[in-house]
């Protein structure tokens, strides 16, 4: 069953004018992950809650002495935004019992960087998702500590340089592959799971919405390109986030209940991955033979995540 | 990569990760943290051109735990890091202590508390490096004031960790780790490298816990023919878990003791023109800096003014603080936090009776010698 009925009626028209991170912070030119943070609180509206991480997003967003925020948002140490998001939601939810607060839809949520979803903040992500908190956490996956200066995370993909994985004499960069936190998400049970990009609004914003519908526990991991620290120009945010759907590098799907969806988005036949690390400066190190490897590891991710899909069709 | 003498141009973060690998570390396990990225910046370019392992980690407390294993391993082991990541440190270090294990924390301090002011300097984990885990223990901390002693200490934190089986914390800050200066890198073998003692005897017999007389017992290494315990619990001299009083209170004195009886040789100071000083500068890491040219500016007006650089702060240099400062009339004790964590130490031993002067910042900003003048004049 889907969670959103209408959704088809979804149109660009109908999206929510206010502006619940102003303008006039402080992010790079053409910061994919701002734009990514504006679409979600778009989404979400005004009865949100926000448990932010440490990382680019905070930095940009709260120098004192002003803030973009126009909805309550605490900024938390480093690893523990789903661990304070599940405090918020749960005190709203005893306060709410008592009868001490009105009984409002509010929305509690953790967003952190990759660093902060997929590294330190992993055990109170899990702990959260565990628990089953009505919340939604988001992750904004730059793909490296993009705020300390471009250092490696375990979201960092196969053969990009960063400053502490760099490519040289003996080393081709990262070599390992990228986490895959949705499908440790997945693995919790919980009622949704959905990976977006912003170079796909419509898309991102349905998904942040059927998240907010959802009581209990949601994930969406979403994938921001980083001009300065992926070496590429401010003006290919939306070009490269699209080449990573295309290339199938970043596939776009949904796991509710446990069935997996491609998002209409994802193309029939994917491009090579050449011509999405073209571009990019963390990639240009690479030789045919290592350009080689990881497109065979991005069909063997792709084939594997395609069978799901097909093979949870039929047991639903 | 050849390491010979050479002098050049470094930041303090660089100059600490030379003076590591001059000690002989092969070995960094890490978690970026403002200020204190360019140390794992550079292990991570250069750890692997000299054969050694730079690893990065999911957060502190892995980093940490990393370091401790390795040393056990055998390997010099060191990380990096800044007061939130110090903070998730505590109890591995905690463990380090207990296990005897030698390795090097670096703590590039900065302004907090929690997340703080990220790219601003603090010298508020004085209090924190002492006494930040649970359990009696004790360290050693060092506290570099420049670029050349970012190398010297380093080397120095090792050769402490080696010596005494234990982890040694050098104590920067965002001001020192971040200043570049010239600095003259020694050649091999001119500044003196410290190896842990290893067990020579059968490896059935071997005791990873009993000390010899220099209170420091020989550390084998995982993987070679001595097969040993280290455990985070109380442990008796096999490093087996043991809860007889007798032998906890045996273990927690001789972990107190093993740094007593070298204090000599651990403290390291440093003193400018105090012989005759009326007025004594108490200072260390970058204020030391602000104090000594705040003396320089009296001595031009007259007044007889000398600093006390404390290389060492744990452990506390009582002695020498207690023969400068009973000379002096005025102790001024300038630092970057806001109780005077050090100036404290200092009254201590001074008592309530001596004219000490807390000169402090905890606003992100340095003290200045005008600053320090101030309090004075």
Known sequence: ??????????????????????????ACQGCGEVLAVRLMCKALGENTVIASATGCMEIISSMYPTTAWEVPWIHVAFENAAAVASGVESGLKSLRRKGKIADSDVKVVGMAGDGGTMDIGLQALSGAMERGHDMLFVCFDNEAYMNT????????????????????????????????????????????????????????INKVEKAKKIKGPSYIHCFTVCPTGWRCGSDQTISLGRLAIETGIFPLYEVENGRYKLSAEMPKKLRPIKDYFKSQGRYRHLTEDQVKMIQDGVNREYKKLLNKVKCLEAWT | MELGRKVKLMQGNQAIVEGAFYAGARFYAGYPITPSSEIAEESAKRMPLLGGIYMQMEDEIASMAAIIGASLAGAKSFTATSGPGFSLMQENLGLAVMGEVPCVVINVQRSGPSTGLATKPAQSDVMQIR???????????????????CFTLTVTAFNFAEK???????????????????ITIPSPGELAVAERKKPTGE???????????????PLASYGSDYVFHVSSSMHGPDGYSNNNPANAAWRVAQLHKKIEMHREEIIITKTFDTEDADILFIAFGATTRASRAAALELRKQGIRAGVL???????????????LGERAKT?????????????GEVQRILGAGADIRKVNSYNGEIITPQDILKAIL
């Open chain 1, 1 to 26: 069953m889907n969670i959103v009925e209408n959704f088809d009626l979804f149109a660009p028209r109908l999206i929510n004018k206010k502006e619940l991170i102003s303008a006039g912070h402080r």
């Open chain 1, 149 to 204: 200066g471009i250092q490696r995370s375990s979201g960092t993909p196969m053969g990009a340089s960063t400053t502490t994985a760099p490519a040289g004499k003996v080393s081709m960069g990262q070599k390992t592959w990228k986490k895959n936190v949705a499908e440790i998400m997945v693995a919790h049970n919980i009622p949704y799971v959905a990976t977006a990009c912003p170079s796909y609004p419509l898309d991102f």
């Open chain 2, 131 to 149: 006494w930040g885990r649970h359990g009696d223990q004790s360290v050693i901390a060092l506290c570099p004031a420049s670029v050349s002693e």
């Open chain 2, 164 to 182: 005494f089986r234990v982890p040694v914390i050098l104590a920067s800050d965002e001001v020192v780790g971040h200043m570049r200066e010239n």
């Open chain 2, 203 to 217: 490896p059935a017999a071997y005791k990873p816990f009993i000390a010899d007389e220099d209170g420091v017992a």
């Open chain 2, 309 to 323: 650089q404390l290389m060492t702060i744990w452990p506390f240099a009582d002695k020498k603080i207690a023969s």
């Open chain 2, 331 to 343: 102790v001024v004790v300038p630092e970057m936090n806001y109780s005077g964590q050090v100036a």
